[in-house]
């Protein structure tokens, strides 16, 4: 079924150049921190993104009339569309359409979630920590109702699968690894949503320019959220 929600609010419009002062200092590290040990190796996180409107047949038919940035689909037709791609099982689904679409950042259109700009201004969107938040007891339930840490699989979904989903799986990705998690992501609409990107290969979103200090600032803020510090 499918059914209009109201519309949202663009909250990125106008930004401010990026700072880092704009984010929290990191946590002073403590001499024990030094020495500190890696995490145990846990099983093997599976992180799927994709786009309303371009991963999968059925979900590109829900969403006609308008569009993926506003129809109200269930996480179990998530779950089926995912299912049909080949990704399994999927236990964890988010919808991450509840920050604002980098596409009101006109240059950012071009590139892909893992943009240095777009994830530095995901973090700071209001509603970003109890999304992770969110996430994290998500994974952890479905870990423990599993009785082991083998597998998880999280389905992240927005419009278009090229930018918010993107970044959120980045975000993820950096965070379960810290905890001792391999990852292994796919993204479903990077045959048909990123025709007009980069494709993740230009200097910024392959962090192979200056830029990428903010990413790795976006990243550092993120599992501070997940470790609750």
Same mark, same amino acid.
């Given at each position: 079924? #499918?059914? &209009?929600?109201?519309? /949202?609010?663009?909250?990125? $419009? *106008?930004?401010?150049? +990026? !700072?880092?002062?704009?984010?929290?200092?990191?946590?002073?590290?403590?001499?024990?921190?030094?020495?500190?040990?890696?995490?145990?190796?846990?099983?093997?996180?599976?992180?799927?993104?994709?786009?309303?409107?371009?991963?999968?047949?059925?979900?590109?038919?829900?969403?006609?009339?308008?569009?993926?940035?506003?129809?109200?689909?269930?996480?179990?037709?998530?779950?089926?569309?995912?299912?049909?791609?080949?990704?399994?099982?999927?236990? #964890?689904? &988010?919808?991450?359409? /509840?920050?604002?679409?980098? $596409? *009101?950042?006109?240059? +950012? !259109?071009?590139?892909?979630?893992?943009?240095?700009?777009?994830?530095?201004?995901?973090?700071?969107?209001?509603?970003?920590?109890?999304?992770?938040?969110?996430?994290?007891?998500?994974?952890?339930?479905?870990?423990?109702?599993?009785?082991?840490?083998?597998?998880?699989?999280?389905?992240?979904?927005?419009?278009?699968?090229?930018?918010?989903?993107?970044?959120?799986?980045?975000?993820?990705?950096?965070?379960?690894?810290?905890?001792?998690?391999?990852?292994?992501?796919?993204?479903?609409?990077?045959?048909?949503?990123?025709?007009?990107?980069?494709?993740?290969?230009?200097?910024?979103?392959?962090?192979?320019?200056?830029?990428?200090?903010?990413?790795?600032?976006?990243?550092?803020?993120?599992?501070?959220?997940?470790?609750?510090?």
């Amino acid at each position: 079924v #499918v059914a &209009s929600v109201p519309e /949202q609010r663009t909250l990125v $419009a *106008a930004a401010p150049p +990026l !700072t880092l002062s704009m984010l929290p200092p990191p946590t002073a590290k403590r001499e024990e921190d030094e020495g500190a040990i890696a995490p145990p190796l846990k099983g093997t996180a599976y992180i799927f993104t994709l786009g309303l409107e371009n991963a999968e047949n059925e979900l590109v038919d829900l969403c006609a009339g308008r569009g993926g940035a506003f129809a109200k689909i269930s996480d179990k037709t998530i779950r089926g569309a995912l299912s049909r791609l080949g990704a399994g099982e999927v236990q #964890v689904i &988010s919808d991450v359409r /509840q920050f604002s679409d980098p $596409a *009101a950042v006109g240059h +950012l !259109t071009r590139h892909l979630g893992t943009h240095p700009e777009t994830m530095f201004r995901m973090v700071k969107m209001w509603g970003f920590d109890d999304w992770l938040r969110k996430l994290r007891m998500e994974v952890r339930k479905c870990a423990e109702r599993s009785g082991c840490n083998e597998e998880v699989r999280i389905g992240i979904y927005c419009r278009s699968g090229k930018h918010r989903s993107v970044a959120g799986a980045r975000f993820l990705e950096h965070c379960l690894q810290a905890e001792g998690w391999h990852c292994q992501v796919k993204h479903f609409s990077s045959e048909k949503g990123w025709a007009k990107t980069c494709r993740g290969t230009c200097e910024d979103c392959s962090g192979e320019s200056p830029r990428v200090i903010h990413r790795d600032a976006a990243l550092g803020e993120a599992l501070r959220i997940w470790q609750g510090r």
